[in-house]
């Protein structure tokens, strides 16, 4: 199965694939925020490094969040466009449960949402069983007394696609692919007076 992925949730930008178990990535670097100038040159150079194009890719992913809200909707469209157009398939990737890939038993993932609230799941067993998923504050967070693994970057674009692979393997298929929001944004708070 040859995947193609992005996540534009964070401050750096990732674009990956595995085309025929060939791996490739492309990860801007963390003071650049110009997601949208530079995804369709990611794309680009990550299959030219793979001698393929986008109408090789069997299953396109996207990271759908939590995250930053103008990042989220930069790749989620960008994705939904790439299977539009190709009439190609699509699987999403939550990033709470793409912090905890890899990891077993009982476990909070969170995301600094500023302003001392997080984004935050908790999770049983591993990062596919999600017990919830919500915005938090840290003294909330921290109430649970159970192991928190916080967002590093750069995420690993390796397991993205492990992610997606399982995702697609199962048929977890998005027929309308759509970004994960937990709270509002700024200016949807400061309209409704919050």
Not at 39 to 46: F, G, K, R, T
Not at 110 to 123: L, S, V
Not at 146 to 161: A, K, R
């Amino acid at each position: 199965m040859n995947i193609l992925a992005i996540d534009s949730t964070t401050d750096r930008l990732v674009v990956c694939a595995r085309i025929d178990g060939k791996y490739a990535e492309k990860i801007s670097g963390e003071d650049v925020k110009r997601h949208n100038g530079l995804l369709l040159a990611y794309v680009d150079e990550v299959l030219a490094s793979l001698g393929r194009t986008l109408n090789d890719i069997d299953v396109f992913a996207a990271v759908c969040g939590p995250g930053s809200f103008t990042g989220i909707r930069v790749g989620v469209s960008t994705v939904k466009a790439f299977c539009s157009a190709l009439d190609k398939p699509v699987v999403a990737v939550d990033a709470l449960s793409l912090i905890g890939y890899g990891k077993s038993g009982e476990f909070i993932t969170a995301i600094d949402a500023r302003n001392d609230n997080y984004y935050a799941a908790m999770f049983s067993g591993d990062c596919f069983n999600v017990v919830w998923e919500k915005s938090v504050t840290k003294t909330e967070l921290l109430s649970y007394n159970v192991s928190v693994t916080y967002q590093t970057l750069p995420t690993s674009g390796d397991d993205i696609i492990s992610i997606a692979e399982r995702r697609a393997a199962q048929g977890l298929f998005e027929s309308n692919l759509s970004p994960v929001y937990l709270k509002k944004s700024q200016a949807e708070r400061m309209k409704d007076g919050e």
